[in-house]
Nanobody
Framework: QVQLVESGGGLVQPGGSLRLSCAAS????????IGWFRQAPGQEREGVLC????????YYADSVKGRFTISRDKAKNTVYLQMNSLKPEDTAVYYC?????????????????WGQGTQVTVSS
């Protein structure tokens, strides 16, 4: 059974950092692309970035370039989202997802399995 579990969210001040984790079970994460998405209250879900099976990174949101990065720990079957220089507009529930394909999908419709999400709040 494919399962994704996010963790690491919380409250952080503007300019601070957080690292989110996406732990996978039921499949070998190293073989597939994993994406991160976010949804703020009253807004549509937005793609953030994705890592392919060959560790290529695709940014879905220009607003996070230079601040967010993604990495993979194959031994732990986990993908990380490192978020630096956080801004209040980064406040959202963050989700990881996979479509069980090796390349990063063009958009959210390419993802089949989703985690339950973790809340990130950026506020002073």
């Amino acid at each position: 059974q494919v399962q994704l579990v996010e963790s690491g969210g919380g409250l952080v001040q503007p300019g601070g950092s957080l690292r989110l984790s996406c732990a996978a079970s039921g499949f070998t994460l190293a073989y597939y692309a994993i994406g991160w998405f976010r949804q703020a209250p009253g807004q549509e879900r937005e793609g953030v970035l994705c890592i392919s099976s060959s560790d290529g990174i695709t940014y879905y949101a220009d607003s996070v370039k230079g601040r967010f990065t993604i990495s993979r720990d194959k031994a732990k079957n986990t993908v990380y989202l490192q978020m630096n220089s956080l801004k209040p507009e980064d406040t959202a529930v963050y989700y990881c997802a996979t479509g069980l394909i090796s390349r990063c999908p063009y958009g959210s419709s390419g993802y089949t399995y989703w985690g339950q999400g973790t809340q990130v709040t950026v506020s002073s």
